[in-house]
Each structure stands twice: as C-alpha cells, then as structure tokens.
C-alpha cells in the first residue's frame, strides 16, 4: 500500500519567499518504527486557510503538533515567516492552536480563559479587559464572560475556545477538528462563521480534519495525507475535479474506478480499453502515459447519464465508447438527489447519482430496468498510480 | 417486598448497631461520674469532671500537641514528595524502572507496620552512626516516619486524579504563551487540588492515629497522644480516657460533616449549572 502512494510535492517552492508564510521542508516524524510524518514538504501562503485532510493515523495531527511545538521533528525544519522554529518552545511561537477538545480551563470563567493569553504577555488590566470584550463580541459570547466553561453548550464552548485562540492576534491559527464535536445542523452554521472571522481579521488558518465536507467549503487549499505523507495538495475543485491518485479520487467523495490498458494515444484525447467496464474509454489526455501502459479511470457519479435509449454515439455497431448497458439494482431516493446502483453486464456495480430536477416524473426509472449509461469524454480521469 | 424491606432495614440498624455502639457507650461513660468505667452512678452523673481533669493533665496536653505537630508536618511534607511521585509517574510516560518506583512508593501500604517500623529504626540508627543526624530517636524520627508511610497514600490519590486529567489544558496553557512553571501554578494545581486537599486530609488523620510504627522510632520524652493513651490503658481505662476519646470523635465527626456538606453543594450547584447549559442549548 505504501509503495503505491509516493509522496507526491505538487507544489513548486514558489520564487516570491513572501508567498510562503509558512515553510515545511522535508519534515518527518518518528514514533519507534512507526513513521507518523513521512518526509513532508509544504507551502503555506498568507492568509490563506489550508485544510489537512485525512484519516485516523495519516499523520495530520502529528504534523499539527509539530508546528505548534509540542512535537519535535525527527528531521526537517518548520519555517514561520522566515523564523526557523527548531529550537523555539510553544509558548513562545507566533502561533495559537484551537484544540478538538477545546481544552477551556475548568476551574476560570470564560473571561478569564480568553484573557490567559494576554496575561502571559504581561498587557495591563484596562487593555486586557478590552480585547477580551472585543473578541467575545466578534464571537457573539458578548453576554457570557462570567460563566463557567461547564455552564456553557458544545456551541459556546467552541466559539470560547476560538475567542481564546483568536485573543492574542497570532499571524496562524492552528485548527484540530474545529467542529468535530458539533451536531450537523450546528456545524454547518459555524462554517461559515469561522470563514467570516477568519477574513475579517486575516489570519492564516491551518485546519486539521478528517471530513472532507469540511475541508471542501473551509479550504481554499487542501493537502490530502495518507499514511503521513502528502498524496496531493490542491484547491478544493482541482483535488475532487483532478485528483492525482487513485487513493485521493477514492478518498474525497465517491468515484467508479476501473483497471484498464492505454489502445490508442491521441494529441489530446486517450482510449482506454477496460475490461472490467465492457467498453472503450475516451478520455482527456491530461497525464503522459504510452500505448499498452496500465491505467485507472476514475468516473464520478454525478458525472454519469443513464438513460433507456442507447445514446446516439454509442448505436453504431462495433465497441461502444463511453456507455455501457446495465441493469438497475437498487435505487436510494435521498430528496434532493437518487442514488442508482447500475449492475453493468460485465458484472460490476456502477453508482450513478442524479439530481431529482422534476416534482414527479412521469415515469422515473425503477428497479431492474435495463439502461444505458454514458458519460462525456471530460468526464473521465486518467491516474496512473 | 415488605419481608425484604424488613430484612434490609434489620441489617442495616444491626450493622450500624455494631460500628458505632462501642463508640456511643464510650461517649456515655465519658460522663459517668464514678471511677470504675462500667459502672454507671446514677446520683451524680451526668458530669463533666473528665473533660475538666482532662485539660489540667499536662501529660495528655502535651502530647495531643505534640501529635498535632507531627501530623501537621508530616501530612505537610508527605503532600509535597507524595505530589511528585505521583507527577513523576503519571507523566514521565514509559521509563526505565517506572514499574519498580511505582511499586515501591505504594508499598508501605500493604507492608507490615511492624516491619516498616523496624527497618525505620535500624536505618535512624545507622544514620545517627554514619552521618551524626538524626540525633537519637524522638519528635524529629516519629515525623520522618510518618512522611514515610503518608506519602505513599497521598501518591495514589494525586496519581488517580491525575491519570484523569486532560493534557490538552496544560499544552493549551503553553500555547498562550505560559511557561512550565506557570503552567503548574495556574492550570496543574488549581486542578489537582481536590485531590492533594483529601490527600492531605488523609495523611494528616494516618499520622494523628498511628501508634505501631510512632513506637518504633519514638524516645523519652516524645509520646504522642496514642501512645498516651495505650499505655494509660495497659493500667486499666479510666474515665478520662473516654473523655479525651470522645473529643477526638467529635472534632472528627466535625471535620467528615464540613466536608461533606461542601461536597454536596458543589454537587448540587454543578447539577444546576449543567441543567443550566443544556436548556441554554435547546
């Protein structure tokens, strides 16, 4: 499984040194034999919000940790602004970190939490007392300072815990979970929340989650971890619309992959033989691969058509390009969008989703029906490892 | 369900009938006021000539000071080595011998007081030839015992409290820009504190009523009040005894009373908060 993810730097070490705020070089952790952080290199732009994404054990926390010091690094260096943090403690770098337990002090009202950290800095009473004020208005605490942190719901406490984090204006605000412990309704308001602080006072946000929909609407970039290497680092679009590895197309969202063999190489355009699929496969040429090569092609379900009539390409005689015939399966109905398990006659599944446009069609596709699906020629992606 | 309620409230009047009768009769003799402790003059009793003659025995005043002392250092000091230990275990994660020293801090627990008291002894004696301290057995070695044997018990309960507590608090701490030392003091302590307070509480009563091991390594001159005691009763209990007992009954009946009803309200008070938060959220 390693060997089949190499660690993949996409991002080239950009010429203006100002672009990158933060600086990872070939960062790496080890835990006895266990290797939590595997060689990473990142770049981290100014005041942009870059989301971590990836499972339990990919590392991401351990990487979190180092950057705000309660790791050291078995090899490779953490640059903050220029700074190399090697040999700086955490209490005294220019980072705050939101915990995914928040960790608000039990025993100080919410008041006194958000004012630690101004504290430490020795500020005076009056200018503590103001900027406590201010951040708990930014955060709508505003009325709940003297309460306790067990006086407080899962909500406030979050929002505290970002006031506390947010109180000492730190150029990075380091994110673990930030709304793991929300319940959905909640977690989606908070988003959006957390997108508008972070923009009104331009912090650089680096966000640690294991939820993709999360990463996608918080990041404006996202670097995806497995198994403590970076597998791709991207905007939100180009990772689910391109992804570079069939772990990263298998991680983020979901997606019908099948094996297949490269028959003929266009200037632009690739066909791809699949067996597994029972048909050719015109596809984009955005990878360089040569004739008889083994490739993957990724289909997203959103991306698929099924329809009861052959498509009009695909009624030639000879192989079909692009469309299959199948039987439908099984069909989840989910509101807004259907769900369509599609047994092709090789013998796979297929999912198709499609949006449920129309209030009662007037004669929607049931199960077992037999069907075609078919799909554009942008549609599939070509990953060659 | 009646027979069972019957049984239950048997057993219980029983049970309590047999750890605290002893306990009463001593209180009511206390104010007998005849000589010979079993039996009762109905004429003149009751009275409180014991409680008067008590406080006019120097011999006992000055050693329910004494035990006082002691205890009160003792259970002092046995807080400070006892809150290491446990922070040494609970944090210093996996090193060599860990499994050795927590072992050996617990084991004057289970261990004999008579063996512990012996081996403290032999080592003073040893210590006094060697070193030239500590200067013969008294006040000074009855409370570097009790340090002893407390510390062990003040380990468990500050380790207990500690393998619970959340190590994101003191790295959150860091994170703000606290250093170490400031991180114990503001967050560590604070939150340990219940527990080194019972500790305390703990080792100060351990220390107050130790009589085996105190024999061991005490000296002329420096009995404290249950050595006093034990030995005015090897010549036959008298009325005075009960008297001085049943003070000590009292002041600690007090102290269990104090701290229960603190415990209670901050129960209490926590329960509402908590009801508090949650109708907040809805």
Not at chain 2, 73 to 95: C, Y
Not at chain 2, 136 to 144: F, K, Q, R
Request: aromatic share 6%; net charge positive; charged share 20%.
């Amino acid at each position: 499984m390693k060997s089949a993810i190499p660690n993949v730097n996409v991002m080239p070490p950009a010429a203006d040194p100002d672009s990158a705020y933060v600086r990872i070089a070939n960062l790496t952790k080890r835990f006895g034999d266990f290797m939590a952080v595997d060689d990473v290199s990142l770049d981290i732009r100014r005041g942009e919000i870059f989301c971590l994404l990836g499972g339990s054990g990919s590392g991401k926390t351990t990487l979190l940790r180092m950057l705000a010091g309660f790791e050291l690094p078995s090899a490779g260096t953490i640059r903050i602004d220029g700074a190399d943090m090697s040999a700086i403690p955490p209490y005294e770098r220019p980072v705050n970190m939101m915990f995914q337990s928040y960790a608000l002090f039990p025993h100080m009202s919410v008041e006194k939490n958000v004012a630690f950290g101004l504290e430490q800095e020795g500020r005076g009473r009056e200018q503590i007392r103001h900027q406590v004020g201010e951040i708990l208005d930014i955060v709508k605490m505003g009325g709940f300072g003297a309460r306790k942190p067990h006086q407080l719901s899962g909500g406030q406490r979050q929002r505290v815990a970002l006031a506390r984090a947010l109180v000492k204006r730190p150029k990075l605000l380091l994110l673990d979970e930030p709304l793991a412990a929300l319940d959905k309704k909640l977690r989606e308001h908070t988003q959006f929340e957390l997108l508008n602080i972070q923009q009104r006072l331009g912090v650089t946000f680096i966000v640690v989650t294991h939820d993709q929909e999360e990463a996608m609407t918080l990041g404006t970039r996202l670097g995806v971890m497995n198994h403590g290497r970076i597998a791709q680092i991207g905007t939100p679009a180009d990772i689910y619309e391109s992804p570079a590895t069939r772990f990263v197309a298998d991680f983020i969202g979901s997606v019908n992959m099948f094996e297949g063999r490269v028959s003929d190489e266009g200037s632009d355009c690739l066909r791809i033989d699949c067996t597994e699929l029972g048909c050719t496969v015109r596809a984009e040429r955005t990878v360089s691969c040569t004739r008889g090569a083994i490739v993957w092609t990724a289909i997203r379900p959103e991306k698929i058509n099924i329809s009861r009539q052959p498509p009009t390409a695909a009624g030639q005689p000879g192989p079909a390009e692009n469309a299959v015939r199948g039987t439908v399966r099984e069909i989840a109905y989910m509101g807004d969008m259907s769900i369509y398990l599609v047994q092709i006659d090789s013998g796979r599944v297929m999912r198709v989703t499609l949006p449920n446009v129309m209030r009662g069609a007037e004669r929607p596709i049931a199960r077992q029906e037999s069907v075609w699906l078919s799909w554009h020629g942008s549609s599939p992606v070509v990953l060659t490892e | 369900m009646r027979a069972r309620g019957l049984f239950t409230r048997t057993a219980l009047v029983l049970g309590l009938a047999f750890l605290y009768l002893p306990i009463l009769s001593m209180i009511v003799f206390s104010f007998n006021n005849s000589r010979l402790v079993t039996v009762w003059d109905t004429a003149h009793s009751p009275t409180l000539k014991w409680y008067v003659a008590l406080m006019s025995n120097e011999q006992i005043l000055r050693a329910a000071w004494l035990s006082i002392r002691i205890a009160l250092i003792a259970a002092s000091a046995a807080v400070v080595l006892g809150t290491l230990a446990g922070m040494a275990l609970t944090r210093l994660g996996a090193f060599r011998g860990r499994m050795l020293l927590a072992g050996m801090t617990t084991a004057p627990i289970v261990m004999p007081e008579v063996i512990t008291g012996l081996s403290l002894l032999l080592l003073f004696v040893a210590m006094q030839q060697l070193i030239g301290w500590p200067k013969g057995v008294g006040a000074v070695t009855i409370t570097l015992a009790h340090i002893t044997f407390c510390m062990a018990y003040v380990t468990v309960v500050v380790q207990s409290r500690l393998s619970g507590f959340d190590e994101a608090l003191e790295e959150a701490a860091m994170d703000l820009g606290a250093r170490p030392l400031r991180v114990f003091l503001r967050i560590t302590l604070p939150l340990i504190l219940p527990a080194i307070a019972s500790g305390w509480l703990l080792a100060f009563t351990l220390s107050w009523d130790d009589l085996v091991i105190t024999q061991f390594v005490a000296g002329p001159g420096s009995s404290t009040l249950p050595m006093v005691i034990f030995s005015k009763v090897r010549f036959g209990v008298t009325p005075d005894v009960n008297a001085l007992a049943t003070i000590m009954v009292l002041i600690v009946a007090t102290g269990i009373a104090v701290s229960t009803a603190w415990m209670r309200y901050r129960q209490q008070r926590r329960v509402r908060d908590l009801q508090l938060a949650a109708a907040a959220n809805l």
